[in-house]
């Protein structure tokens, strides 16, 4: 990742109201410093260098968790990236270019009443795909295979607190054409 990428996925923990466990994995997302089990095993603290979800799902896999398969190649991964895409509205193809920053990096295009494609930073997207791979994280650390309700249930409750915790991310959320429901909504 580009520093200055670096540096616009840090701000998130600098002003708003998030729980120290996304906080600190955030900051190790956006350092290349979270612990796969490639990496584990690689520095001698695991002995299974092999992908959570794909071991839960079939027994026995030849994928390796490294970073880029867990969040994007896994096909326990691309199968809810597809299914959350359906829930937001995104319509770019998973493997497209166009996705992929926007899944990195929050940039994706948005046409405006001319009918012109304008490629933005959108902040609302950026934050909805990185808590969508805090969720990923989480319930692979508890050895659960998410169905899609389940993970669209955590990243909007997760999105509705922070909404509710801050202004400025509130109107940042609701300035997207992403369809995130009443995030803003009490209860
Ligand atoms: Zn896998």
Redesign the pocket.
Known sequence: MATSEIKRGLEFWKNIAIENDFREFLFRERNNNLWTNNRLFAAGLGTDPM?T??KIKSGH?A?RESFG??FFD???TTKLINQAQIHVGETAEKDSSLFRTTYWFGTGSIVDENGTENVNFDWAKMLFWEVFRYRLWKNRQYRILPNIEKVMREVLFGLHIIAISSNKWKQRLLTTNYNLGNITAQG
Do not use: D, G, V, W
């Open positions: 992908c979800y794909c896999t994928n398969h867990l896994c096909s326990i």
